[in-house]
């Protein structure tokens, strides 16, 4: 049984040119749900944890919904170089309410709706940081990864990193915003695609994917996008995709490409967990266009024969989610309407059934977790 603690929150503010103290009462369990694992690729365990306190920086967020990223998956079976914690409450695409914050955090009030992302903190003192590349700090501190994240219903966050979600947002809809938005955004952006100019997206139907179609499309871009299946390509369509190509059917994908894009895309965003589906993305990309790496398989290396690399002039990118001008930024985009995120909503307690369909690469768009149930 959950032990609850009614925790008064008082603080002073200005309103209307008046000092007045408004007050808010929110229930901060001692406990909450949450799925833990203790080890790459063990239990994911549905069960009572600790509610974590905030420190002086951060904001405590009562999550309601969180998106499943792939790198949820990843960080799961231990897929990169780069060590988790242990035990590691998964997550990254939380958005909720401000319950609690520390004492020198000034850019969220209690009552707030709030996002927390991938990066969750950056020491906001070295190069990158300064030039607002925070989330290749390597001091990067990183939600679901190195900080427990969002598939508990109580986080916390840096406020500096925070997203700052408007009043009116769905919650469920606007976390995949979060992670898959914010990525998709800042790699079209990095692209340097130009309005009327082909895109193709390489795992157009996955969670960064669906998203993916629509910034494009908004962005003025032309979109033809790769996945496999009918229903992928039905999603596709229905978001406003103009070209789909199916790998499982395609005989020449490479020809298929060029000729439906009349010469090749001039950018490639790879949000697919292939490598081979990336390295293919070198020979259809259009001479002087530029293929993004975004999705990261295990593993993964990226070739790219040098002959026709050099003499079709190509780019290779990484690119790696947004800094917090992109986020506002993405979330900006959603929410005046101009993509949406295509979602299932499911009980925070069946994680483990979202890994499974991942895995097999049977999911259309984003699963949502309601940390309620
Ligand atoms: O900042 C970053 N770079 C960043 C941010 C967020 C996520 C990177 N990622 C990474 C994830 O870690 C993961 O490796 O992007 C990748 C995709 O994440 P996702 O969109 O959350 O995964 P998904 O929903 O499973 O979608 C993947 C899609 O790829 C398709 C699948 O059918 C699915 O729709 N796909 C596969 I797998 N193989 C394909 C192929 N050969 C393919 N599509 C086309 N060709
Ligand atoms: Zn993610
Ligand atoms: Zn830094």
Redesign the pocket.
């Known amino acids: 049984m959950l032990r609850n603690t009614t925790v008064r929150l008082s603080r002073p503010m200005v309103f209307h040119g008046r000092l007045t103290r408004l007050q808010s009462t929110f229930t901060i369990p001692k406990t909450q749900k949450g799925v833990v694992f203790y080890e790459h690729g063990g239990e994911l365990l549905y069960k009572d944890i600790p509610v974590p306190k905030p420190k002086p920086n951060e904001i405590l967020v009562n999550v309601k919904y969180s998106g499943v ?3 949820d998956l ?1 960080a799961w079976k231990g897929d990169w170089p780069l060590a988790t914690k242990l035990p590691l409450v998964g997550g990254h695409e939380g958005a909720g309410v401000v319950v609690a914050k520390g004492k020198d955090v000034k850019n969220f009030e209690i009552g707030d709706y709030a996002g927390i992302k ?1 990066l969750n903190s950056s020491c906001m003192s070295c190069e990158v940081c300064e030039q607002g590349h925070e989330s290749n700090c390597s001091h990067a501190d990183l939600s679901g990864y190195t900080h427990d994240g969002t598939f508990q219903q109580y986080a916390t966050a840096d406020a500096v990193q925070a997203a700052h979600i408007p009043k009116n947002a769905d919650l469920a809809q606007v976390a995949p915003i979060l ?2 938005g914010v ?1 998709v955004y800042k790699a079209l952006k990095t692209s340097g695609a130009k309005p009327g100019q082909w895109v193709a997206i ?8 669906s998203l993916a179609v629509q910034y494009a499309k908004t962005m003025g871009l032309r979109v033809l996008g ?3 299946g009918e229903r ?1 390509e039905q999603l596709f369509k229905s978001l406003g995709g103009e070209v789909f190509i199916d ?1 499982t059917k395609s005989k020449d994908i490479v020809s298929d490409i060029q000729e439906a894009t009349q010469g090749g895309p001039h950018a490639v965003i790879n ?4 490598d ?2 990336i390295s293919q993305s070198t020979k259809y990309v259009r001479p002087t266009g530029t293929v993004v790496l ?4 295990v593993k993964a290396v990226v070739k790219s024969e040098v002959f026709s690399h050099v003499v079709k002039s190509i780019n290779i990118k990484g ?3 947004g800094n917090r001008a992109d986020t506002r930024e993405a979330i900006d985009f959603f929410s005046r309407g101009l993509v949406r995120s295509p979602i299932k909503i499911i009980g925070l307690s069946e994680l483990g059934k979202v890994y499974e369909m ?1 895995e097999a ?1 049977t ?1 259309l768009g ?1 699963y949502v977790v309601d940390t309620s149930r």
């Open positions: 990223c792939h790198t990843h991938w992670c898959a990525t390489s795992g157009a139907a996955g969670g960064l994917g790769i996945d496999g992928k790998f949000v697919s967990v292939s081979a589906a975004v999705g990261l398989p690119s790696y989610v991942m690469g999911i984003r």
